[in-house]
């Protein structure tokens, strides 16, 4: 790990929960007084979840931010594998109920008939991003980034001129049926402002810090450079 990056360890999911919510918050409302807007991409995923809750009742100018998904599952957004339907039902609520959602899943069949389309949505909101929350899998994944996935050099290329790649995962535990993905590339973190990497359990921190270069995880790190900041707990 760099000197740069900052990792916090939490003693309790409690406490993650609360800090992240503020740490993020902090992040808005300088991006609100510096440039009158702010843009906010999250993840799904159970360590999440609680972090917009909080983050939810806090005292912002919700009106002025936007927020969009680091990835999405090819499933409508009334599924309960929806990323979106997470982020609706979480974050969208009481005081934040006014931010403006960008959605990635499209009525098209797959996501690779939806790059354009989703490209061009996401455009303004991720030129730069300015606080980007991501999570990890124990198989070393973050975002829709699955080591052997069709699509995966293009999400992950350095040079990818697409803001968001289609992805089709090789099915796994992690995965389930759910192998056909949206998800934002590799040059939209590079360039992103803050990034927070929220995990828990040992397992994924050791996944983590033994930085195997086949993990896509240890490559957004790499990308994200000192603007990573890391809440773990066990």
């Known amino acids: 790990m760099s000197q740069t990056t900052a990792f916090h360890t939490f003693g309790t999911p409690e406490t993650l929960h609360m800090d992240a919510a503020h740490w993020i918050e902090t992040r808005l ?15 799904g995923g159970s360590t999440p979840g609680p972090v ?45 109920a006014g931010a403006t959602f960008l959605p990635m899943k499209t009525k098209d069949a797959s996501p690779f008939d939806a790059v354009d389309d989703v490209d061009a949505l996401y455009r303004p909101i991720t030129s730069p991003v300015d606080i980007m929350v991501l999570g990890m899998g124990a198989d070393g994944h973050t975002l829709s980034w699955f080591a052997d996935a069709k ?34 590339t590799l040059p939209v973190v590079a360039r992103a402002r803050y990034v927070l990497l929220l ?8 996944v983590f810090e033994r930085r195997n270069s086949a993990h896509p995880v240890t490559q957004m790190r790499k990308a994200a450079g000192d603007a990573l900041t890391i809440f773990s707990c066990s």
């Open 29 to 43: 409302a300088d991006a609100l007084a510096r440039r009158g807007k702010a843009s906010l991409i999250c993840s």
């Open 52 to 96: 917009y809750r909080e983050l939810s009742q806090i005292d912002l100018d919700w009106s002025k931010v936007s927020v969009g998904l680091a990835d999405e599952r090819w499933v409508d957004a009334s599924d309960n594998a929806s990323n979106e339907k997470l982020v609706r039902e979480t974050l969208l609520q009481n005081k934040a």
């Open 151 to 184: 699509g995966l050099d293009k999400a992950m290329s350095p040079d990818a001129g697409h803001h968001v790649a289609a992805i089709e995962a090789p099915k796994s535990k992690t995965t389930g049926d759910h192998t056909l993905r949206m998800t934002l």
């Open 199 to 206: 995990m828990s359990g040992d397992q994924k921190r050791t």
